[in-house]
């Protein structure tokens, strides 16, 4: 018999988190659990929602999931499986059509869309967006998460998300949360490591923007 988010003390239940204190305190794992209602024999909705989002590593591999990979798993039936999917894709279809009209023309282009996504960030993370040929953006997408101080700069991983996502272009932002929004010189070598990595798949590499609190400043020599 499936286990139920019935069991969980009413004040860590997600639906009830969510009531009362909004869907940005809950975690990617409670939000998924919502989404999911039930559990199976011996997990609850919260454990399967944990198990799936380590198995794919994130939400936005998650998204890339198709029907028939979700419904082999225990635990998730058609129904779980398609509720997943038309959740993603609403999601998808929301910010593309908020996203359509912004152009990323600049490096103050890239910091505006940038900077809402670090707010609160106590430890550093790596965005990716995603732009059309025409340089505009499509998709944005968290792909590493750091220490403090320092982030790693996945370029294997930024190169497959922007060609998983059908990009033709891309920008990176990356936060200090020190508030000094100067590059390091890792931040450099990083860029241009992206820069030649773009090259190599045939993509356009448009900026790499460091964001700290209300300040920006490019790690791409211009």
Not at 133 to 150: E, I, S, T
Not at 195 to 213: M, P, S, T, Y
């Amino acid at each position: 018999m499936p286990v139920s988010l019935v069991d969980v003390p009413v004040e860590q239940r997600p639906r009830e988190r969510l009531l009362a204190l909004g869907p940005h305190a809950l975690s990617d794992v409670e939000l998924l659990a919502l989404l999911l209602r039930h559990g199976r024999r011996g997990a609850n909705a919260l454990d399967l929602a944990a198990e799936l989002v380590v198995e794919y590593g994130g939400l936005a591999e998650l998204a890339a999931a198709r029907p028939e990979e979700l419904v082999r798993r225990s635990g998730i039936g058609s129904a779980k499986a398609a509720a997943i999917i038309a959740a993603f894709q609403l999601g998808s279809r929301v910010r593309g059509g908020a996203l359509a009209v912004t152009q990323l023309t600049s490096s103050a282009a890239v910091a505006a869309v940038a900077r809402p996504m670090f707010e609160g960030a106590r430890v550093e993370r790596l965005l990716v967006l995603v732009c059309d040929a025409q340089n505009r953006l499509r998709h944005k997408v968290f792909v590493a998460q750091g220490a403090v101080d320092r982030v790693a700069v996945p370029i294997r991983e930024i190169m497959n998300t922007v060609l998983r996502h059908d990009g033709r272009a891309f920008a990176v932002a990356h936060n200090h949360p020190s508030g000094e929004p100067t590059p390091s010189l890792d931040d450099r070598r990083a860029t241009s490591s992206l820069q030649e990595a773009a090259h190599i798949v045939g993509l356009r590499f448009l900026d790499h923007v460091v964001v700290a609190d209300e300040s920006w400043s490019t790690a791409t020599e211009l």
